[in-house]
């Protein structure tokens, strides 16, 4: 197997490794390196002169739209001596790319790309009695596929393939024979390579704000103090089990409700999103919901008076597929009834 296959082999592994998500959006940038895997400058009518393998490195920053695409813009350098011949290649491109991403949100994230933009190809060499040192700014395209793996909710690590084309690079040289006679060819450029780095999403989705509930009408005579059971929502960042100040904001206000009332039972209920295991989810759901019911009794709650509860990935607030980011299910639910 060629070594260009082999790397599509290895992109397309990767790439069945994912499901499905719901999309996310949002402004981010990447930096890559690569190696190359196959290349030439190939000569219209004179045969192809073979790169040797070399490294490239690009840059993009983009936007990903809810839809799974993205856009983005990207300048990339590459650089390979030829395999037969004293000389090199060189091609400096700047590219507008479109992507669509398969399983957004999900922890493997399979992609295909394409992109068309402008690329100045460089080139010098010596053969026999030719030689050239020239450049030229021509149309160039690429196309791409890979897989981003998660490693956190905004940092991704982006293993792919490239193939690169510029078409139509003049190139002018000399024939030191009589004269030193000018000559002239016609080349695209071609260049595969295998590439990994790092794409960061500067924004995340923010959780939605609980809704407090509605407060009791007042009646021209005060009566006695009326309690309804009290219900609150605490939502937590994906894999975490900590409390922001939202949350905190969040139980502060319940709790200062409930010290008009007499208490009579509280039931806080952990849940998680289906991004993991089953078994690691019911004990996230135990700690978030531990940690809702310490941040009662800190506030005053009787620990007596609290039923804990850890119901893991079983009972979705929206209901998604297995391996989704879902903010709405990562909760700890909490009752509050009065005597």
Known sequence: MSKTMQAIALAALLASLAGTANATEGWYGRADVGY????????????????DDDWMVSAGVGYAFQNNFRVEGELSHRQNDFADLDGDARALALMANVYYDFNRGG????????????????????????????????????????????????????????YFVADGASVNGLFSGEGNEPFQFDADYEHQAVTVGLRYQFAAAAAPAPVAPTPPPVAPTPPPVVCPTSEFVVYFEWDRSNLNPTALETIDAAVNRARQCNVGGVVVVGHTDTSGSTTYNEGLSERRASVVRDALVARGIAAG???????????????????????????????????
């Open 36 to 51: 190359s895997v196959d290349g030439a400058l190939k000569v219209d009518g004179g045969g192809d002169l073979d790169f």
């Open 107 to 162: 922890r493997y994230e399979p992609y295909v790309g394409v992109g068309v933009g402008g690329a100045r190809i460089s080139t010098e060499g010596v053969i026999g009695p030719i030689s050239w040192d020239d450049d030229a700014t021509v149309f160039a395209y690429q196309a791409m596929v890979g897989v981003a793996i998660g490693l956190t909710d905004r940092l991704d690590l982006d293993v792919g393939y490239r």
């Open 305 to 339: 008076s609290i039923q804990s509860q850890a119901r893991g990935e079983t009972d979705l607030a929206r209901a998604t597929r297995d391996g989704v980011r879902e903010p709405l299910n990562r909760r700890t639910a909490v009752t509050i009834s009065f005597r």
